[in-house]
């Protein structure tokens, strides 16, 4: 395509579909619009209606496609590579939310089948705390890296803001927060130090028919050991998440999505200059990843979140889901 205004069709209009489509009627309209949404929900798409009044809502994903350059799919995990299939077949690029699918087999075939042709909306691959942790890293600030521990938290799941998808999100087929959370951490830990392998882990679902409530695991990003754990009721947050690279003479961390900081030689944590609370980094990040979406549809090279490291998150992920303790299906 030409250098013209990338049009984006959303297919899903829940909180990740809404979150996007809020991101891009605030970007520069000669970059990238919005052509149209839909959603099964009759509600949901009520709900468009009044907070998007000059989005199209459109008849179906099929119509979201052909009016597409570039395909947002923001419904449920096991629906994502049909849509995702549909617009690479129509010619047009594809744009999904994590996880790329539930199933390791399909999603495999799929990256092979897609080549560069797709990302995956990791926003990590834009978040300016990451780019503040790359900065100490590449000026020696921690020496030399040798190890990464990632902790996540939550008061109850899904959390309140979700409650409108608990019909999925709170199964084990397609929901859970390993899936939703701890997957971008372990993106991150990808994108920083290199592919991931060696896993030993395993998850607990003591809920009939609900999802996990706890994990544990160890695994390798590159050359470093990776430590992971999350848990459910494990903290009167709402949402609480610690990202921390270890070195031989520091050590960096993200905590709670935004704020970077790096470890002093007395021991004491120092917050990025510019480090702000997610409510207000979440909007940059978006608006970084729409620019990528924008080379993506255009056929550059861009900085998102590539299909083939999305689908090594996928693996690591339905690995440790697969390795669980009093399972229960439902």
């Not at 549909?86 to 897609?114: I, T």
């Not at 300016?128 to 521990?149: N, S």
């Not at 990003?221 to 003479?249: C, F, I, Q, Y």
Request: hydrophobic share 45%; proline share 7%.
């Amino acid at each position: 395509m030409t250098n013209d205004s990338v049009a984006i069709g959303i297919i899903g209009a829940g909180i990740m579909g809404e979150r996007l489509l809020g991101a891009i009627v605030q970007q520069d309209p000669a970059l990238v619009h919005a052509c149209g949404i839909w959603d099964p929900s009759p509600d949901a798409m009520r709900r468009m209606e009044r907070n998007f009044p000059k989005v199209e809502r459109m008849p179906g994903a099929a119509a979201v496609i052909a009016a597409s350059d570039c395909v947002y799919v923001a419904s449920p995990p096991a629906s994502h590579l049909g849509h995702a299939r549909a617009a690479l077949a129509a010619g047009k690029s594809f744009f999904g939310e994590k996880p790329l699918s539930v199933d390791v087999a399909d999603a495999r075939a799929f990256v092979a089948e897609a080549g560069d042709r797709g990302a995956v909306n990791f926003p990590f691959a834009s978040s300016f705390a990451v780019a503040a942790m790359r900065d100490w890293l590449d000026k020696g600030e921690i020496g030399t890296p040798q190890r990464i521990d990632i902790e996540v938290g939550f008061k109850v799941w899904p959390r309140p803001w979700q409650a409108d998808a608990v019909a999925w999100l709170d199964k084990p087929a397609q929901g859970g927060f390993t899936r939703e959370v701890v997957s971008h951490f372990l993106f991150l830990a990808r994108r920083l130090a290199g592919p991931l392998q060696g896993l030993n882990g395993e998850a607990w679902f003591p809920e009939p028919g609900g999802s996990e409530r706890r994990i544990a695991a160890t695994l390798r990003a590159g050359d470093l050991p990776v430590t992971l754990s999350g848990a459910v009721g494990a903290t009167a947050k709402d949402d609480h998440n610690v990202w921390m690279l270890e070195g031989d003479r520091g050590a960096v961390r993200l905590c709670d999505w935004s704020i970077a900081e790096r470890r002093l030689p007395d021991g004491s944590w120092q917050p990025a200059p510019d480090a702000m609370p997610n409510e207000r980094a979440r909007p940059l990040a978006l608006k970084r990843q729409l620019e990528g979406v924008a080379r993506l549809a255009r056929g550059k090279t861009h900085h998102l979140a590539t299909l083939e490291e999305a689908f090594n998150v996928q693996e690591i992920v339905e690995g440790i889901l697969a390795r669980s303790l009093s399972r229960h299906r439902g």
